[in-house]
C-alpha cells in the first residue's frame, strides 16, 4: 500500500490549492479515503472523508464550506480542494485509508499560509 500526496505549498491567506493523493497497492474503489492534518504542537485530526464511490462526504467543522474532498476511482487519486484559505490552515495534510490491516498514511505535504 503507498499513498502519495502532493499539491502543498505556501499560499497567501484567501486563497486556494488542490491537494492530491495518489494511491496504490489496493483496490481503491473499494475504500473510503480521509485527508487529515496536523499542525506543529498540535494533534492530528480528521479533515475530510469520502466514501468508497464518493456519493458520501463529511468534514470537520472548520472545513465545512470551504474544502471539498473528491476522488477519481479512474486515476486511484484523492483530492482535496482548499478554498479561502487561513494561517489557521497551515499544517502537513496527510492522505488516509483504513484497510483490513490497519490504518495506512501518506509521507504528508505541506501547507503553509502567509502573507
Known amino acids: 500500500v503507498q499513498l502519495v500526496e502532493s499539491g502543498g505549498g505556501l499560499v497567501q491567506p484567501g486563497g486556494s490549492l488542490r491537494l492530491s493523493c495518489l494511491a496504490s497497492?489496493?483496490?481503491?474503489?473499494?475504500?473510503?479515503m480521509r485527508w487529515y492534518r496536523q499542525a506543529p504542537g498540535k494533534e492530528r485530526e480528521l479533515v475530510a472523508y469520502i466514501s468508497n464511490l464518493g456519493v458520501n462526504t463529511n468534514y470537520a467543522d472548520s472545513m465545512k464550506g470551504r474544502f471539498t474532498i473528491s476522488r477519481d476511482n479512474a486515476k486511484n487519486t484523492v483530492y482535496l480542494q482548499m478554498n479561502s484559505l487561513e494561517p489557521e490552515d497551515t499544517a502537513v495534510y496527510y492522505c488516509?485509508?483504513?484497510?483490513?490491516?490497519?490504518?495506512?498514511w501518506g509521507q504528508g505535504t505541506q501547507v503553509t499560509v502567509s502573507s
Open positions: 488516509n485509508t483504513r484497510l483490513t490491516g490497519g490504518d495506512y
Open positions: 497497492g489496493f483496490t481503491f474503489s473499494s475504500y473510503a
